[in-house]
């Protein structure tokens, strides 16, 4: 293990049988070791110099602090080069490719970032006059329009904040709408086995019961699986389209059709709507409902802690029990509308998903990327990130087994298997390999119909050049693994940390700091 030692760094020790490589400082290159902030700030210093509080009568009525707070004190240069150097161990979407699956856009125009700072859309409160912010308004109402009409359906929820709050948004208005019919007892929800997690845990958690539709060979819904299953107690299925396999489920239209005789009702998970938007239509396909992740598919940023936003489209059939509240347009007025109103329009809301209207910043970034390409530069997003990613299928499936491959092209993700790899290699020898080649792995093993799955999405934001120097990296480590070269199996070997062990990261996390001596007495 690694000793602290006065000045703060910590020389690393070899690890057995390798020498190369370490530093008397623990550092690579310009790529600094860092401790924790508790371990190399003291608590007897402070980087401030306050004047002696005044004495006076304490008004915290007994509930002063007795101890002292046990902050590391540190100095200014001292804080920012803490922080600096953490925020360069991190890899990100403007450092390079990121060819994770199941996750979408790779890159944050920086026009997007512009118009959310204007001061008319960030600095404004929810709880304004709506006279004062008819400008915001007009965003939310352009983008609700846009995103009607490219998905076909007949309205949209813009409140919800992220993917899964989308998912219970469409799951709580199916329940609404079966209420309403009196059909209390339809309470199971099919789910396919490729589904994406967040499917089975929005619709127990709606409560409904999830039952699992098997998939074919071929990675698609098994449609008379499905059939066979329909009922009285069944009040729909949730199926993602493109699939989690990263196929087209050419029978959506013919499992609504079965679905709806059945009376029951289609959520479609339109996370993965960048592969098809501007070609195909979901509401032409008999989806009830459906979130859009405008963090994936409308290029807003995602990942380190958000935030996100998940519209949801309606068809006619559950637009009177979509959330509140909405905006509309009323002659030359935005307005808000927050209460359900008679007739056809929300008048069986079950309700609302937020306090407030949803994440302005989010909208105004997605309409902005929406007016920058246009009808048909959407178009091509579609056809670039399923053109991306068949480009990455085609140019592995020599050397790594691609169970889908012969299903036909795949739509925005290629997906491989670990299947022919020699015994004692795994899909996760390859994430690592990768790491030192420079790459953020793929996403691995998920989803679960494939053994050992590595589902890379490239998207439509990566040039030629840039995929075919990470199918060459690729390539190279698939290589080593199917010829079984250990030095892989302790890869990565140029990362600042090696190998971790990630299950009991997951199952026993430390989240909080504790003085040696005091996680010494602990144990
Ligand atoms: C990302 C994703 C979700 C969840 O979206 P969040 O915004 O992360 O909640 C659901 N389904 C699929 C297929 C996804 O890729």
Redesign the pocket.
Known sequence: MSSINQSGWRPTTPEKGESQGETFTGNRALMLEEPLIFEIGSTETTGVDFAEAPAGKSRLGGLERSKTIGLPGLSEPEAVRHYTRLSRQNYAIDLGLFPLG???MKHNPRLNERMARLPGFADIHPLQPVDTVQGAFEVIHQLAHWLVTLTGMHSVAMSPK??????LCGILAIRAALDARGQQARKVLLVPESA?G??PATAAFAGFTVEDIPATEEGRVNLDALKARLGDDVAGVMI?NPN?CGLFEPDLKAISDAVHAAGGFVYC?G??FNAIVGRVRPGDLGVDAM?I?L??TFSTP?GGGGP?S?PVVFSEALTPYAPLPFVEKQGEHFALVEEETAGEHHAGSFGRMVAFHGQMGMFTRALTYILSHGADGLRQVAEDSVLNANYVLRSMEDVLDAPFAKSGPCMHEAIFSDKGLPEGFSTIDIAKGLIDEGYHPMTVYFPLVVHGAMLVEPTETESKATLDQFIGAFRSVAARAKNGEPALKSAPHFAPRRRLDETLAARKPVLAYKEPAQAEAAE
């Open positions: 199941s996750c979408t992220a993917g899964a709050h989308g998912e994406h967040t499917n993602t989690t998970d996370a993965n979130h992740n963090h994936k995602h996100g998940g």
